[in-house]
């Protein structure tokens, strides 16, 4: 399995990485992901990808919120601020693609929501609301850690293209420091989540909520390429 450098090797997010391994990998080494790498992805595919992944954000946005709600220190209250904040940037970077395509912020918002993107936010809603911090900390985990290792990969990818990649900014948002600290992040809050919130007693519910958010991100690079079809 790809090295992650995220998480303490005998921490709750290796672990649950761990048993979800073959959904991990499917997750972060998608066709999708390798088309990102060497260019090769039709611009189509990243176009439903990232129009849809802004819609998605909004709703990640509200989980995070739903985080904030539910978190049990002044800390942890600002580390969701700021990760709200992250994810408000983020979005800012799909917008500059997007007026480059000629679509405006409400062109955006105007668009209907595929099913991959409805299924995937309001399931980790539903996770967070039903659950307590660590379940809503282990179906957000995947996205935040995953686009981590998906721009690691991608880094290391032998057929990795640089010059003329027309996705290039989009690999470096996800290389960034900035970015790369808050998957780190994302994975030391489940550890120590897993320590204080009884993660060994729970582990099969974790390893299950886990394996489908990553099951979910899979289906959401395929609603992109689907669209190349
Ligand atoms: C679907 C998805 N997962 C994770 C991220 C990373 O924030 C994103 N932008 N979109």
Redesign the pocket.
Known sequence: MFPTPYGSPDGLFHRLRHAAEERWDAYCWHPFVQGLADGTLPLAAFRRYLV??WL??IH?ARAKALAAFKAESLDALRGKANALNA?LA?MNM?LAYCAEWGMSEADVLATTEAPE?VA?TRWVLDRGMAGDILDLEVALA???V??GEVARRIAEHPRRRREGNPYESWIAA?SSPE?QALARGAAERLDALGVSHGGEARFRTLAATFAEAAR??AA??QMGLDAAR
């Open positions: 849809q992944d998605f954000l990640f994810l983020e799909h993107t995937y995947p996205c935040t995953g686009y996800y970015y979910l991100e959401f690079w």
